[in-house]
């Protein structure tokens, strides 16, 4: 890449960072609410504070190949919000790390990476990793013999082998996908900046990019059955909010609220609902007929 064009994203990063501390310094200074910031200078504090606004922010590319190396840092810029988007999503608990949901959107990053210079591409990495049509006929007699012995005694298989998982599986590449790009278009501008006549086109180029991705992502839930949808999305929250009683039992145990024993007596119970959710047959959560009219809809006849 460009020296000259890094240079300019990280003075317009430095320029946000500093731009945060100002904020903060002032919101301090005129609170009163924390007695050991309470009367401080707001000139000596930044006067301790170091200048990050260099290079050139306000310059604009001196030509075309110029522009293309900050739209290429650019697409690479908003492919790492993405990326840690997915991380974070695993780290609360909504998408474990043991489910190949999680692996295939962390590869699709890496491999768009690769072609930043050339658009956003990490949809097609992640269309190349998952049968995006129903399951065939042969798919759905596998699906019918992971319903018995010894098959049957292995949950993992049986979720992967039913209609049921092979639904569910798209549903969280798809809702996923979806939040990672909104998310990223609003932070990336945020921190990057949007003003001036080349960032704003830059900004709306690769905005348009993430779109049609997430369309192409909408398209595939499009073609789901409405209460797997539904199913993916009280999942994801489940998991989420059981992710955030864990961490509070664990604070309560720190602050002295609760014993050990009590913890861990609570903790369990956060445990074995995680499990469940992992384990459970889609139709203990989904009555069995809808769970069938969907799949006849879904699937078509066998």
């Avoid at 731009?19 to 309470?38: G, H, P, Q, V």
């Avoid at 024993?261 to 069995?288: C, F």
């Amino acid at each position: 890449r460009s020296s000259r064009a890094r240079e300019e994203v990280l003075s317009r990063l430095a320029q946000h960072v500093a731009a945060k501390a100002s904020e903060a310094c002032e919101r301090e200074c005129a609170s009163a609410a924390d007695i050991r910031f309470r009367g401080a200078n707001r000139e000596l504090v930044r006067a301790m504070l170091p200048d990050l606004k260099a290079g050139m922010a306000d310059d604009e590319p001196d030509s075309d190949s110029e522009e293309q190396a900050l739209i290429s840092i650019y697409r690479e810029t908003w492919l790492r919000v993405v990326q840690q988007h997915y991380w974070a999503a695993i780290d609360q608990g909504i998408l474990p790390r043991t489910l190949e949901v999680a692996r295939i959107l962390l590869n699709s990053t890496d491999i768009a990476l690769e072609s930043s210079d050339t658009g956003l591409r990490d949809w097609e990495a992640v269309a190349r990793e998952v049968h995006m049509r129903p399951p065939g006929p042969l798919w759905r007699t596998i699906c019918a013999l992971a319903e018995y012995r010894p098959l049957c005694w292995l949950p993992d298989i049986r979720s992967t082998c039913s209609e049921e998982g092979w639904a569910m599986q798209k549903v969280y590449i798809a809702l996923s996908f979806q939040e990672a790009h909104v998310h990223a278009e609003s932070a990336v501008p945020e921190h990057m900046g949007s003003s001036g006549r080349w960032n704003d086109g830059i900004t709306q180029q690769v905005c348009r990019e993430s779109c049609e991705q997430r369309a192409r992502a909408a398209e595939l839930l499009e073609q789901i059955p409405k209460r797997f949808v539904e199913l993916g999305k009280s999942e994801m929250l489940a998991r989420k909010l059981l992710h955030t009683q864990r961490e509070s039992l664990a604070e309560l145990r720190e602050q002295g609220f609760l014993t050990a024993s009590e913890a861990s007596h609570m903790e369990h119970q956060v445990l074995e609902a995680q499990r469940h959710i992992v384990n459970a047959p889609k139709d203990s959560w989904v009555p069995r007929h809808e769970v069938d009219s969907d799949s006849r809809l879904f699937l078509g006849p066998s």
